[in-house]
């Protein structure tokens, strides 16, 4: 029997099902989002010495969840390691999907590829090198990720470190696809969240573009509006003065002057400057408060018409978004016409349509141009009153005529180079402004006037004097002109960048500058020169280009170089004293050569002297060094005087000039160590040599400092003979300075010794030891062998006590190296190169200066040892490769126009003081009057004879005598020539099998000893011995 069932209706209606649906959706997806901060918390506070499968400890958890969490934590990093956050992803997103109702429809068939994708990310995590808080045997991924990676690395047919790259790559890539399915995202997702990051940058940076924008407008409109304000307060005061005067001529004795002010003297409203800059200079040329009466006094005495109320004004970024969208509409290019400028009114018999193109005309002029002055307008007594639109827009046409006709007059008058100055308009053309005389008188307003606006000014006036006071056929005109040219025309950039600046006075300076009166006994010790013996640097003329004038020359060099087809811009122009230094940003792919080759058509094309093309240490520029017009003196009072001089802890300051930018540049012999100076004749190579001894004169005294002066030419440093830093009197003598540079060889090794024995590196060290023995009262010892003993034949040794005593530097200075080379080179070259190689430490200093800088002069063996190199104006590119390893010293100008390579290969352009001969001599004579000088005898004359061979065979100039090889080579010659009584060298070569010097220097050692007689006239010699039977 059957039962029919009755139908029944739900218990909820579909609404509220749907929404217990979603409900529970809800909070599923806060359930995974709370088991996901669970994990993330258990993961995030993992340590491997927390209770669990992997330790058994009895210290407390450190995991925020306790024993639970660390329990949970050890076997997910155990197996998979870095991937379980790969869990923690999954419940996030899913989690955030059910919450938001954002494609959790998709969670059945997507989740389960979350294990795939944990894998992958074990795998991927094993790929990547632990970090230092990893103390796991395993890597990042878990024994799983170790294991799948060694297995998948053990069938790569390639090496197992380029494996694991390309592994790492495509499993990341991998992780990443599959990871994205395995979370929900779907293909339109992906593509709006690519977007919104996209536009979200784009839109960031355009807002930042903006506000940045704006405000540089704001604070322009600012300025503009309070400055033409008060001068329209001005001229409407000036105006009323001129009506009372016509009226009455004796209203000035009574008429109280405050009034007036005080009706300018308020801040006018907002829209005022609407009107001020189209109102006629009216009065103008009347300066003085009781005006005399003109022959423009009728048009003075005109009562200005009442000007209707302007309409409120938009505030700023209403304006802007204004300009915005007639920007984005399609501009209707002007077509440009070229019309006279308006320069009074319009002719009385001249129709409308007349009047309207002519105003129509000049304001698109006055809209191009910029409004750097203000000429005056002359108004003829018979014409008709100005409106204040026409009296602006004649206004604005005047001043841009007036600002072509200068520049074309500069451009005809001034060489293309180099210009003084910008040429000015002279009183007869602009008369000042009236205005301005009264500010003065009130000091109410400030001080600024048309042509005191700057370009930016008179940009954001135009925007102002736009719609708002044109009529309709104007207006549509001038907008349209005014969106094009926003549009297309970049604002001005400045280039022009003045990096010279006054030198600080060093505290010296400030001492000498104010001398204190002392009326004790003159003190007999050592005092350094007074600066004041130097020229002084204000009697200098100096030169200044104005920036006008650089800026055209930039323009003219771009021009230039784009002629022989190098892209670039000139960014920045840098003048100093004797050059100015053009940097060009090259276009992308141009070689910094191709530029360096054209150094000579670029001075030609740009009428010269020369110019120097060289690349900018540190920066993505080339710099272009021109010489300016007219060359500004160095003086060396200047430099020493300077802080980087005065104040400076260089042990060795040598005031080398001023760099480019006319700064001082101060170098420390004691960090170069040695110092090369090339040049050819006349290039300051000399005066550049007296700038460095008088640096070291000016800064220590003879017990700091003491020189050995080398002079083969016998001019240049002959005048410093006799002063207390000499340690012998000039050498001139090839000859004798070989004897001095053994000397000075022989005083290396000798402060070597001294300081091995005192434990210390260098003579700092070594005079530091002094003055704290000095300090305490104490004496130096030494150990010296007095003899032997009679009965054990041991030598004895007594201790010695002696003063202890500072170590001087010493200072070698060669004016020319080429005729010493040229006397004894072998000798010459191997006392440089013992010295540059090791006289560093012990304080001894060289400065050789050449005027042939040729290979034979400068041999490698000398560059290797004498990283520092100056190098003055050579002849050609190889003399200045061979100096500077590059070519540019051939474009230097001379006098004392120098390229100093410091330590590392840094060039840097300087341009070297200039010291006249009165100048040193006055020096020299200032320091004899302090006694004569304590000379070494042994500098000159040369050491003992067993010394003499030690410093010959440290040099490795051991030729005179015999060492132990050439003992039994010389006896085996003897007997050969004894037993064969025959001597020649050809013939000791042969039967030796020696070289053809060896053999002479054997030949000519028996012929001293007195074995075989000179050669005769034929070359044969005779045996002295007799023949032995």
């Known amino acids: 029997m059957a039962y029919q069932a009755k139908g029944r209706d739900p218990i909820f209606d579909s609404t509220t099902q749907a929404l217990i649906e979603q409900r529970g959706k809800e909070l599923l997806g806060l359930g995974l989002l709370t088991l996901a901060a669970a994990l993330g918390m258990i993961l995030g506070s993992y340590s491997p010495e927390d209770p669990g499968w992997l330790a058994a400890t009895d210290g407390p958890a450190q995991n925020l969840l306790g024993p639970i969490g660390a329990n949970i934590a050890s076997p997910l990093a155990l197996i998979i390691g870095m991937g379980a956050w790969g869990i923690v992803a999954a419940l996030v997103a899913w989690g955030a999907r059910f919450v938001l109702h954002q494609g959790e429809e998709r969670a059945l068939g997507r989740a389960i590829f979350v294990p795939i994708a944990v894998a992958l990310a074990s795998v991927y995590a094993s790929t990547l090198v632990p970090g230092p808080g990893w103390s796991h045997t395993f890597g990042l991924g878990g024994l799983f990720g170790d294991t799948m990676l060694g297995a998948v690395l053990g069938v790569l047919p390639v090496d197992p470190a380029l494996g694991l790259k390309a592994l790492s790559f495509v499993v990341g890539f991998t992780m990443l696809a599959i990871g994205a399915f395995a979370l929900g995202f779907s293909l339109g997702e992906l593509r709006r969240f690519g977007v919104f990051l996209v536009a979200g940058v784009v839109m960031t940076y355009a807002g930042l573009h903006k506000i940045t924008r704006l405000g540089l407008r704001g604070a322009a409109i600012g300025v503009a509006v309070g400055a033409t304000g008060a001068m329209r307060g001005a001229a409407a005061m000036k105006q ?309 004038a650089l800026e055209e020359n930039a323009r003219m060099l771009e021009a230039v170089l784009d002629d022989y087809g190098v892209k670039g811009e000139i960014v920045s122009v840098r003048p100093g004293p004797v050059v100015t230094m053009y940097e060009l940003e090259p276009a992308p792919g141009l070689k910094a050569s191709r530029v360096i080759g054209l150094a000579d058509d670029i001075a030609r094309s740009m009428s010269a002297l020369s110019a120097r093309v060289s690349t900018v240490p540190g920066r993505s520029v080339i710099g272009i060094e021109l010489p300016n017009e007219y060359r500004e003196k160095v003086v060396l009072r200047e430099i020493l005087s300077a802080r980087d001089f005065g104040d400076t802890n260089s042990r060795l300051p040598l005031a080398l000039g001023k760099d480019i930018g006319g700064r001082p540049i101060v170098a420390n012999l004691a960090k170069m160590p040695h110092l090369l100076i090339a040049g050819t004749t006349g290039s300051g190579k000399s005066v550049a040599i007296n700038t460095m001894i008088l640096s070291l004169l000016y800064r220590l005294t003879p017990e700091e400092c003491r020189l050995i002066m080398i002079d083969p030419k016998m001019l240049e440093l002959s005048v410093y003979d006799g002063i207390p830093h000499l340690l012998s009197p000039v050498v001139t003598d090839p000859k004798k300075a070989v004897v001095a540079l053994k000397w000075v060889v022989g005083e290396m090794e000798e402060r070597y010794r001294k300081m091995s024995k005192m434990g210390v590196r260098n003579i700092e060290g070594y005079n530091g030891r002094v003055k704290d023995a000095l300090d305490k009262g104490e004496m130096f010892s030494r150990t010296v062998q007095t003899g032997f003993d009679e009965e054990t034949g041991e030598p004895i040794f007594e201790t010695e006590e002696f003063q202890p005593v500072k170590l001087p530097y010493i200072v070698v200075v060669v004016d020319e190296m080429a005729d010493l080379m040229m006397v004894a080179g072998k000798e010459i070259e191997a006392a440089i190169q013992r010295l540059a190689q090791m006289a560093r430490a012990s304080g001894i200093h060289l400065i050789m200066a050449t005027q042939r800088p040729s290979v034979d002069v400068i041999t490698g063996t000398i560059k290797a040892n004498f990283p520092t190199r100056i190098s003055f104006q050579v002849t050609s590119k190889i003399d200045s490769r061979t100096i500077l390893g590059e070519q540019g010293a051939e474009q230097l100008l001379g006098m004392g126009d120098m390229l100093y390579m410091a330590g590392g290969a840094r060039i840097t352009r300087v341009h070297g003081p200039f010291v006249s001969d009165e100048e040193v001599e006055e020096i020299v004579n200032h320091l004899k009057s302090y006694g004569m000088p304590e000379y070494v005898s042994g500098v000159v004359e040369g050491p003992d004879e067993d010394k003499a061979a030690d410093i010959d065979a440290v040099l490795g100039l051991n030729t005179g005598g015999n060492t132990t090889g050439d003992d039994a080579l010389y006896d085996q010659a003897v007997g050969i020539v004894i037993k064969d009584r025959k001597c020649s060298t050809s013939y000791i070569q042969r039967k030796l099998g020696i070289g053809y010097n060896k053999a002479a220097r054997l030949v000519e050692q028996m012929e001293d000893e007195g074995l075989v007689s000179a050669s005769n006239h034929v070359g044969k010699r005779e045996i002295l011995v007799p023949e032995q039977h």
């Open 240 to 548: 009323r003065r001129a009506m009372k005067w016509a009226q009455d001529p004796d209203w000035g004795e009574d008429y109280d002057f405050a009034e007036d002010e005080s009706d300018f003297s308020a801040p006018p409203p907002l829209h005022a400057n609407r009107v001020a800059r189209a109102e006629p200079p009216v009065a103008r040329g009347h300066s003085e408060p009781r005006p005399h009466v003109s022959t423009h006094a009728p048009r003075s005495t005109t009562a200005p018409q009442p000007q209707p109320a302007p309409p409120q004004r938009q505030g700023l970024l209403a304006r802007v978004q204004g300009l915005a969208k007639r920007a984005q509409e399609p501009q209707i290019e002007p077509e440009l016409v070229e019309q006279p400028p308006y320069l009074g009114a319009v002719p009385e018999g001249a129709g409308a349509s007349d009047r309207i193109s002519a105003k129509i005309a000049n304001a698109l002029m006055a809209r191009r141009g910029q409004a750097p002055e203000t000429p005056a307008i002359q108004v003829p007594e018979g014409d008709e009153p100005m409106s204040p639109m026409s009296a602006a827009i004649a206004s604005a046409a005047a001043r841009a005529k007036a600002r072509k006709e200068a520049a074309a007059a500069n451009l005809r008058a001034e060489p293309p180079l180099m210009r003084g100055a910008a040429s000015q308009p002279s009183q007869s053309q602009v008369p000042p402004l009236e205005e301005h005389n009264t500010f003065e008188k009130n000091g109410s307003a400030p001080q600024m006037s048309d042509h005191g606006l700057h370009e930016e000014d008179s940009d954001l006036w135009e925007d102002d004097f736009d719609a708002d006071m044109m009529p309709d056929h104007e207006t549509n005109l001038a907008a349209a002109t005014f969106a094009a040219r926003a549009v297309s025309t970049p604002p001005a950039r400045k280039v022009v960048q003045h990096t010279a600046h006054r030198t600080a006075p060093s505290n010296r300076a400030r001492a000498e500058a104010q001398p204190s009166l002392n009326f004790d006994e003159a003190a007999e010790t050592y005092e350094l020169p007074p600066l004041g013996l130097l020229t002084d640097p204000s009697s200098v003329e100096r030169h200044h280009l104005s920036d006008e």
